[in-house]
């Protein structure tokens, strides 16, 4: 089939979505999830302060960073318009909950977001596989330099351990974004995000000795960071790399990079949806509980066509990414590495 008969695909396949009627907005299902996180994010700050002084902390500590990443989870709906209509309200309850909520900069996340969903898994245009930390292909591996390079030898190992400090990451990466010019209500931005650190810290140091205080504040942020990165890993990582010239259409490019996580209610609830990864990245303006009955849909379009559609449980998924990781390493161990980042 030549591009201009796939590039038809797509089309068809949105025919059959939209008459199943799986693009309508669910306001009942978002006064609801959205009412049951706010509820648990104040109910958490309660029992901070009504715990108080105590060790007992380290346990709203662990239930604050779980409510911080579904509150997150509730803000990539919003950037995707998937809750509200309105570009600016989704915008404003963004910011709210984002900066004001978890103290991640809004824009700098959907700008980055963004790319991500235009050339997912793409070397040259996908911010998510860029070679910063981690490494996510041997070409990277072979050109990687530093810290990465060090990294990269062992990096599967290194992952799980790596992510407590994607909390940390997420909030100097939102402060770094605002002297960005291209970033849009930056005035705002930097007020809510500076309004949530300075509160956050004030509260913990107020109501707790300042060695509980910053424990609290480690295992918080640790917990956060390895929360979100194991609600994303599952979705991209392991699968097909794109580069340089690469084309693909809109169908394949999204179905071939993306992989699906089977689970019932429990895990559409601890992955906010993002385990139906195939059918949000085809349609990110689906409302959370429609991909689920889109699914059957889709999957059956991809075996008409023959593109392969894959599905896996959750540990699983987390295996593949490993493994992937581990394989992209693999020129970096086969030359021993100077702790510089030299070749020795």
Known sequence: ???????????????????????????????????????????????????????????????????????????????????????????????????????????WWMDKHTRHHANPNHEDHDPDVAPDVLIWSVEQAVASRGLSRFLGRRQAFLFFPLLTLEGFNLHVASFRALARPSLRNRGLEAALLTAHVLVYLAVLFATLSPGRAVVFLLLHQAVFGVYLGCTFAPNHKGMPMLRGEDRLDFLRRQVLTSRNVRGGWLVDVVLGGLNYQIEHHLFPSMPTPNLRRAQPIVREYCRELGIAYLETGLVSSYAQALRHLHEVGAPLRARPVATDGCEK
């Open 1 to 107: 089939m030549g591009d201009g008969g796939r590039g038809s695909d797509f089309a068809r396949l949105s025919r059959r979505i939209t008459q199943a009627g799986l693009l309508e907005r669910r306001p009942g299902y978002y006064v609801l999830r959205l009412g049951l996180v706010a509820l648990a994010y104040v109910g958490g700050w309660a029992a901070f302060f009504a715990v108080g002084d105590s060790w007992y902390q380290l346990l709203v500590a662990v239930f604050l960073a779980l409510v911080f990443a579904q509150v997150a989870l509730v803000a990539h709906d919003l950037a995707h318009r998937q809750v509200l209509r309105s570009r600016r309200s989704s915008s404003v309850a963004g910011l709210v909950a984002g900066n004001l909520g978890i103290g991640m900069s809004y824009g």
